[in-house]
C-alpha cells in the first residue's frame, strides 16, 4: 500500500506596510513507495526506459520550509518565492549507463538516499501605460532549483529559466510578444547527459468580438530554435516543437 503523511504548520505572516505581505510555513511530509518504485521490473514505452524497482525502499519523508513575499503597489506587482526542502530516503530514478539487452532500452534504477533541494521564484509586473481599458504591462518570471544526493547531483533537474513578456490589451483584444531564456544543464547524475540552453519566441493574439467568445491565434518558437528539455526522458531523442502556429475559437457560458 502506498499512502502520504503530512503535517505542516500554520503560515505565519505579516503585512509590514501597505501593499506588502511576507509569510513563512514549515512542513513535513511522508509517503510510502509506490507500486512501480517496489516493484518495476520492464520496459517503459512512454520513456523509452527500462526501469527497475527495489522491494527494499523505505518511506520518504521530508521537511520544507517555503517563504514568500508580495508587494502590490500604484504600477508593481511582484511576487517572491523561496523554499528549502530535506529529505530522509528520497527516491530517484537514476540512469544506471547500462542497457537492457532485449528491449536495447536504456536501464534506469530506483534508488535511495538523502537529498536537499533549494531554490525560488520571481515574477514582476509593471503597467507602463494604462488608459481606461487599455493598458500596455511589461512582465517578467525566473525561476531556479539546485539539488544534491549523497549519490550526487539528482537526475532530470531543471536549469534556470528567465522570460520576459509585453502584454497589450484594450477592452476586446489582447497581445502579447514573449522572450523566454533557458539556461544550459551541466549538472547531471551519473549515466545524463548535458543540456544547452536556448532561447525562444512566443507570441499571442486574443480577439473577443462578444462576451464569451473569443478568436485567438499563437506563434510557438517564432525564432525555430532547436530546444531540449532536461527534465524529459526524451530530451536526447526528442527536441521541442519548432516554429508551430495555432488558430482557434473558444466559447464561454
Known amino acids: 500500500m502506498t499512502g502520504v503523511q503530512t503535517c505542516a504548520l500554520p503560515i505565519s505572516f505579516v503585512r509590514p506596510a501597505e501593499g506588502w505581505f511576507a509569510g513563512v510555513s514549515l512542513s513535513r511530509a511522508g509517503r510510502a513507495p509506490t507500486e512501480a518504485e517496489l516493484f518495476a521490473a520492464g520496459p517503459h514505452i512512454a520513456t523509452r526506459a527500462f526501469e527497475v524497482g527495489d522491494a527494499g525502499l523505505d518511506s520518504e519523508v521530508s521537511y520544507a520550509v517555503d517563504a514568500t513575499l508580495h508587494y502590490d503597489g500604484g504600477p508593481w506587482d511582484a511576487d517572491l518565492h523561496a523554499f528549502a526542502v530535506h529529505y530522509e530516503g528520497f527516491i530517484d530514478l537514476r540512469p544506471t549507463g547500462a542497457e537492457d539487452a532485449e528491449s536495447e532500452l536504456p536501464i534506469f534504477a530506483y534508488q535511495q538516499t538523502d537529498a536537499e533541494f533549494w531554490g525560488g521564484e520571481a515574477e514582476v509586473a509593471y503597467r507602463l501605460w494604462e488608459a481606461g ?105 526528442a527536441p521541442l516543437p519548432g516554429r508551430s502556429f495555432r488558430l482557434g475559437l473558444g466559447y464561454t457560458f
Open 133 to 237: 481599458d487599455r493598458s500596455f504591462t511589461l512582465e517578467g518570471v525566473a525561476d531556479y532549483v539546485r539539488g544534491d544526493t549523497d549519490l550526487g547531483a539528482p537526475a532530470r533537474i531543471a536549469p534556470w529559466s528567465a522570460t520576459a513578456r509585453g502584454v497589450f490589451e484594450t477592452g476586446w483584444w489582447t497581445g502579447k510578444l514573449e522572450l523566454r531564456q533557458v539556461g544550459e544543464q551541466e549538472r547531471v547524475a551519473t549515466g545524463e547527459l548535458p543540456t544547452d540552453g536556448y532561447r525562444m519566441i512566443n507570441a499571442s493574439l486574443v480577439v473577443r468580438p462578444t462576451d464569451g467568445f473569443k478568436i485567438f491565434v499563437e506563434g510557438h518558437n517564432l525564432n525555430d530554435a532547436e530546444a531540449r528539455e532536461h527534465a524529459s526522458f526524451l530530451k536526447d531523442l
